[in-house]
């Protein structure tokens, strides 16, 4: 069985910095990619980056580039998303998913899926 299970979130001011992680379980990295998303109050589920499993190539939102950072630890099972200079707009849960991605900022495309961790910037 596939589980996947993101900690980290929390409270944080602007300008802060907050690592999320996402232990999986049910399956290697090279099987599947990983990607997190984010879903506001009131706003639709959102891809903010993806690593490819099978190579580690990386894919980022333009709102995230130069201040999110994706990397696995494949010992640990776990993917990272190393989050810095966050802003009051990146206040969201966060979710990681899992699954065989052609397009890798496509909900569709993910088969399996965490429950989430708050994220709560404050200005």
């Known amino acids: 069985e596939v589980q996947l299970v993101e900690s980290g979130g929390g409270l944080v001011q602007a300008g802060g910095s907050l690592t999320l992680s996402c232990t999986v379980s049910?399956?290697?990295?090279?099987?599947?990619?990983v990607g997190w998303f984010v879903q506001a109050p009131g706003t639709e589920r959102q891809a903010v980056a993806c690593?490819?499993?099978?190579?580690?190539?990386?894919y980022y939102h333009d709102s995230v580039k130069g201040r999110f950072t994706i990397s696995s630890d494949n010992a640990k099972s776990t993917v990272y998303l190393q989050m810095n200079s966050l802003e009051p707009e990146d206040t969201a849960v966060y979710y990681c998913?899992?699954?065989?991605?052609?397009?890798?900022?496509?909900?569709?495309?993910?088969?399996?899926w965490g429950r989430g961790t708050q994220v709560t910037v404050s200005s």
């Open positions: 998913a899992a699954g065989g991605v052609i397009n890798w900022w496509n909900e569709l495309d993910y088969d399996f």
């Open positions: 049910g399956f290697t990295f090279d099987e599947y990619e």
């Open positions: 690593i490819r499993g099978s190579d580690g190539t990386t």
